[in-house]
């Protein structure tokens, strides 16, 4: 499973969802379940290599890495020993900047090197300590970082091609959310519109029990105008939601096939 952001790509949430908010839900589970796939299909056979990636690449990696310079990053790790967000930074930082990999691959293998160092060092006082199962948690990471330092260009490849789908799917989501706060709108001025008119409809009733019959007679003459006004108006209002569903529908079979020419390329190279 790759890492979620929480601590990494599997997130939930306690409180209670609405309809919408429940059908978003499973747009997004379907997307995290295509990232893990996306991953299996990039690290193929290489098992290894898909299960120390599945805990260092994030299904939002715009959300869930540091937004603070890796400089940064790599300072406060030396102060608190701690180097995993400087490692997440300069991997996806890696996988953006082509032209800079030998000099990211560099950077990435003296902080593995120097985590494990780290987690050696912990690992050492846990087996006194007699925690057992905390050195071994350890001893797994250390592995990690010692896989990480041998395989770090194989690392950035795939991470490369992974963020890259990230990217793309979550510039997706971000239209789409508009466009579906677009459609929220309308659905709330077309309610706003019913009431109102239904209001001026039960006031024009009332106002025709007060008339005398002629008047009464020209009043609902004008009012079957305003009516007929009124359903035209209607009628080019759910043209244009239709026009919109429509298009929503050709965007996502858009997406759709980009998405699987993209695995189409993945999975021939």
Do not use: W
């Not at 499973?1 to 919408?20: N, Y």
Request: glycine share 6%; proline share 2%; aromatic share 4%.
């Amino acid at each position: 499973m790759v890492a979620s952001d929480g601590d990494r790509l599997r997130e939930s949430s306690r409180r209670p969802r609405t309809p919408e908010e429940g059908r978003c839900t499973m747009r997004e589970q379907e997307a995290e379940e295509r990232q893990e796939t996306v991953l299996e299909e990039l690290c193929g056979a290489d098992k290894p290599l898909y299960a120390v990636l599945s805990s260092y690449l994030y299904h939002t990696p715009l959300t869930a890495i540091s937004k603070k310079d890796l400089d940064v990053l790599i300072e406060e790790a030396e102060k608190n020993g701690d180097f995993r967000q400087a490692i997440d930074k300069a991997i996806f930082e890696g996988s953006q900047n082509p032209g800079e990999r030998e000099r990211y691959i560099e950077v990435i293998r003296n902080l593995a090197s120097r985590a494990m160092h780290v987690a050696e060092q912990a690992k050492d006082e846990r087996e006194k300590e007699g925690l057992a199962e905390r050195a071994a948690s350890l001893g797994r990471r250390i592995e990690d970082y010692r896989f990480m330092s041998e395989r770090t260009g194989d690392i950035l490849i795939v991470a490369s091609e992974y963020y890259t789908e990230r990217l793309v799917e979550s510039d997706e989501n971000v239209r789409r959310g508009a466009r579906q706060a677009d459609k929220r709108q309308s659905e709330t001025v077309e309610r706003a519109i019913g009431k109102r008119e239904e209001g001026q409809r039960a006031a024009r009733r009332r106002e025709r029990r007060k008339m005398g019959r002629g008047e009464r007679r020209e009043a609902k003459r004008q009012a079957k105008i305003e009516d007929a006004a009124a359903r035209g108006r209607r009628r080019t209002r759910e043209e244009k939601r239709s026009e919109a569903e429509e298009a929503e529908r050709g965007i996502d079979e858009i997406e759709k096939a980009a998405r699987d020419t993209r695995k189409k390329e993945r999975t021939e190279n």
